[in-house]
């Protein structure tokens, strides 16, 4: 199944996909239209659009994996903002592709999907899947070491992709000084880089906003 808001793109890969031997059973443009149709056709493979206007393919892609267990949904997007994957990878996706991919690498990353790999463009894939099966173990029970108040509020901003020059300019707080806490962090934490940084981030919960 197709999932991309430009019917010539939609229509151009879902003609590519059938006329390379696989079954397309189904194109929507929008999220909603996404899961309600998947619920009907039940395809092994969701390529999914992460720009589908009011509600996004994230959206989309936590109702659909949520809901139907043997659909794997495969992002293709014209996004490889690291935030994006992220987000991405946490409503369940499988993998992630950005839309720069010829055509042999789409095919191949929708067969490898069906197989049950988890695939990301070459880019992305040393900083993303070895994140993506830690968050998939789950985080260990009363592991978490203690963080101060300011390492916690800069970590829940490095949850959210910011940058340290804008954790810095957010918290107005010197480059350095940001680049002190997610150092001591990391130690903390015994993680070896910001990605790391990141999935512990959202696998506790940090990335979402604090309660007033």
Do not use: C
């Not at 936590?62 to 409503?91: C, F, P, Q, Y």
Request: aromatic share 2%; glycine share 8%.
């Amino acid at each position: 199944m197709v999932v991309d808001d430009h019917p010539m793109w939609r229509d151009g890969v879902a003609r590519d996909l059938t006329e390379r031997g696989f079954d397309v059973r189904a194109t929507a443009a929008d999220a909603s239209s996404a899961v309600r149709i998947a619920h009907a056709v039940r395809p092994d493979v969701v390529l999914m659009d992460l720009n589908l206007g009011v509600e996004s393919g994230v959206d989309a892609t936590r109702a659909i994996t949520a809901a139907l267990t043997d659909t794997r949904v495969l992002v293709l997007s014209a996004s490889g903002e690291h935030s994006d994957v992220l987000e991405a990878v946490k409503a369940g996706a499988s993998g992630y592709l950005v839309k720069s991919a010829s055509a042999d690498e789409l095919v191949d990353a929708v067969g490898r999907t069906a197989a049950g790999d988890a695939v990301f463009t070459a880019g992305l894939a040393g900083l993303v899947l070895g994140e993506y099966r830690r968050m998939a173990a789950g985080p260990e029970e009363g592991s978490a070491p203690k963080l101060s108040e300011r390492e916690t509020e800069v970590l829940r901003l490095v949850a959210k992709g910011l940058t340290a020059r804008q954790i810095a300019d957010r918290l107005v707080l010197s480059h350095r000084t940001v680049e002190n806490h997610v150092q001591s962090t990391l130690r903390k934490l015994q993680l070896h880089n910001r990605v790391e940084l990141a999935r512990y981030a959202i696998e506790h919960g940090l990335d979402a906003d604090p309660e007033q």
